[in-house]
């Protein structure tokens, strides 16, 4: 079956602490991996996806194809960062047809 | 170049009644997906369009029906509402070229009572 897993529904730190929001995906077959935020009053928005290897916005999320993981980190919180965070997966060459998770909320506190 | 629009932003619909929502895609995208969220859950996908045709579906029953038009627009179907229905529609586009963002409108809120 394919699914995605935050097992985590909301995560609390002050602001400079580390973060790390857990994804672990079930998928046969080779899956691309995105995170997407959502901040207040905003609608769904791509952060990065494993394909880019990018850092935005200084998160970072690595693929383990091991653990099937997809973990988002950042070093230090800035509650400009508090937001709803949700882990999806596609097909490779799947149009976007992703599959999400159930979301993370990231509370930064002063 | 235009965002990915939705509407109605809200509506109450009464069980067993039909409801059409509608998506503008944003400029340049030929491809549209629709996704239901219901409360304290991720968005699931319904189905997807791609030039004028479906392109894959997720687990929802055949009530769910969608359109797309020669401009990419899209609209989402679904008859013989059940309470279950409610929830946030998000549709989103993007274009068939490899790895490229899907863009999300700001949703559409359906209630039924």
């Known amino acids: 079956a394919q699914r995605v897993t935050q097992p985590e529904k909301l995560l609390s730190v002050f602001k400079g602490a580390p973060v790390e929001l857990k994804c672990n995906y079930s998928?046969?077959?080779?899956?691309?991996l995105f995170w997407y935020v959502q901040y207040s009053r905003q609608r769904l928005q791509l952060l990065l996806r494993h394909i880019s290897r990018e850092s935005i916005k200084g998160f970072t999320a690595d693929l383990n194809k091991g653990e099937t993981s997809f973990h988002l980190k950042k070093p230090f919180a800035q509650e400009e960062d508090s937001a709803m965070y949700y882990c999806a997966l596609s097909r490779i060459g799947g149009y976007n047809k992703l599959i999400f998770g159930a979301g993370t909320r990231l509370a930064v506190h002063p | 170049e235009t965002g990915v629009t939705q509407s109605p932003t809200h509506l109450i619909k009464t069980r067993g009644q039909q409801v059409t929502l509608r998506c503008s895609s944003q400029?340049?995208?030929?491809?549209v997906s629709w996704y239901q969220q219901a409360l304290g859950q991720g968005p699931q996908f319904i189905f997807q369009y791609y030039r004028e045709e479906e392109n894959g579906r997720g687990n929802f029953p055949p009530r769910f029906s969608g359109l797309q038009f020669p401009n990419y627009s899209s609209e989402l179907n679904v008859n013989a509402l059940e309470l279950d229905d409610s929830a946030l529609y998000l549709c989103?586009?993007?274009?068939?070229?490899?790895?490229?963002?899907?863009?999300f409108g700001q949703g559409t809120r359906l209630t039924v009572v």
């Open positions: 989103a586009s993007s274009s068939e070229t490899a790895n490229t963002e899907a863009f």
């Open positions: 400029s340049g995208h030929n491809t």
């Open positions: 998928y046969s077959g080779s899956p691309e």
